[in-house]
């Protein structure tokens, strides 16, 4: 005969870990969920055209590894580019936060992504390493560049036709752009996305997808 006692408390023992389980999966399949619905809104956004915003330049500057990195390295390949600022109190850890978000749904493609610092005196290739870090950055598909203040400027401005100023904000800090630039394999910039906006990622994962249909790798 079985003890009342006993089955009474195996029932919360059952509900308690029904309750846990119920805990650990509602994230599950809301990120599940997430996911499929940003991909259906990729879908959606698949046919639209593409625009031509004019050429990159050629650049050099120098990545968290202390190596060489530029235009040369970027050679027929789809890239995206950012701007940020390691001590940004501002947008740049959400675009930041973005970026790393774009790894996982383009990790089958060759696309390589360029993260531009605006204030290189302080964002050193040591700094940017421990930045690259903490977004768990893939070395050989995310690179964050620094260099010469004036070059990287001039390259902004002149040749990403982004704004950037430097005091020009609230105490001083500096201001700058907070879109993303997608480049064809060809150097030429297909578009502009602010990656805080609801739909940023969502727009500029559509346009990379068609990019890199369009354009395939050499060898595919």
């Known amino acids: 005969m079985n003890n009342p006692t006993a089955v009474q408390k195996r029932r919360p023992a059952i509900a308690s870990r029904a309750w846990y389980a119920t805990l650990i999966l509602i994230p599950l399949l ?30 050099q500057l120098t990545n968290q590894r202390s190596k060489p990195f530029g235009s040369e390295q970027l050679i027929e390949k789809i890239w995206i580019a950012d701007f940020v600022f390691t001590s940004c109190p501002g947008p740049c850890p959400m675009i930041s936060s973005r970026m790393s978000e774009l790894q ?30 903490r977004l768990h950055a893939r070395d050989s598909r995310w690179d964050f560049l620094t260099g010469d203040k004036t070059a990287i400027y001039n390259l902004t401005r002149e040749g990403f036709k982004l704004a950037i100023a430097e005091g020009a904000g609230d105490e001083g800090q500096l201001v700058h752009s907070t879109r993303a630039v997608l480049v064809d394999r060809r150097g030429t910039i297909r578009g502009y996305y ?17 990019l890199v249909r369009e354009q395939p790798k050499s060898g595919d």
Do not use: M
């Open 30 to 59: 809301t990120a599940a969920g997430l996911l499929w619905l940003r991909q259906l809104q990729v879908h959606a956004h698949a046919s639209r055209a593409i625009s031509r915003y004019g050429s990159v330049p050629p650049f």
């Open 194 to 210: 602010d990656i805080t906006a609801p739909d940023g990622v969502t727009t500029l994962l559509a346009d990379t997808s068609r």
């Open 104 to 133: 996982k749904p383009l990790e089958e493609t060759d696309v390589h992504l360029v993260t531009f610092t605006v204030d290189p005196e302080t964002d050193t290739p040591e700094v940017l390493r421990a930045y690259a870090e």
